[in-house]
């Protein structure tokens, strides 16, 4: 019996290539999108930790200025700013004489660490404030608190400054 068709004379796909070959198309393609998916994913991380060090950089600078000349400190609850809790919410620069030079407050209404004189000091809003002293070295002041990034996700950032004198 002879062929209908001669195999030189064959043209175009079957139907199997052709499910064949979209089916490969659609599994590069979700390889694509997922790779896609995780680089975004990356990159918005990497866009809020730029944020958040930033902003800890930011208060780093404020607290080290005050630091260059204090020759202690204090922490405290806003609620009452004699007496000494660690940790707490505000941070007292001291003279030499145990005066207070400056005050770094957590500000709730507003989200933000305002100075002595009711002054934003920083530039984001943050979701909270810890300073604490730190165990090891105890003319050092720590700091903790959340802030937001551009895409609303949760930031936590921890620091520390150490006083000069």
Known sequence: MTPIRSSR???GLTLVELML?????????????SIYI???????????KMVGGREATHLSSVLSRGARVASGFMVYDIGDRSQES????????????????????WDPANRTVVDGAGTRVTA?????LQFSS????????????RTIDDSHHEIDVESAVALRN
């Not at 995780?38 to 809020?48: N, P, T, V, Y």
């Not at 984001?124 to 909270?128: A, C």
């Open 9 to 11: 004379d064959q043209r």
């Open 21 to 33: 070959v979209i089916f490969i198309g659609f599994i590069v393609l979700l390889g694509a999108g």
């Open 38 to 48: 995780s680089m975004e994913k990356s990159f918005r991380q990497s866009a809020g």
């Open 86 to 105: 660690d940790p707490g919410n505000g941070l007292a620069l001291l003279d030499a004489d145990g005066s207070v030079m400056a005050r770094l407050e």
């Open 124 to 128: 984001s809003t943050l979701q909270n």
């Open 134 to 145: 730190d165990l090891v070295s105890p003319q050092t002041v720590r700091f903790a608190y």
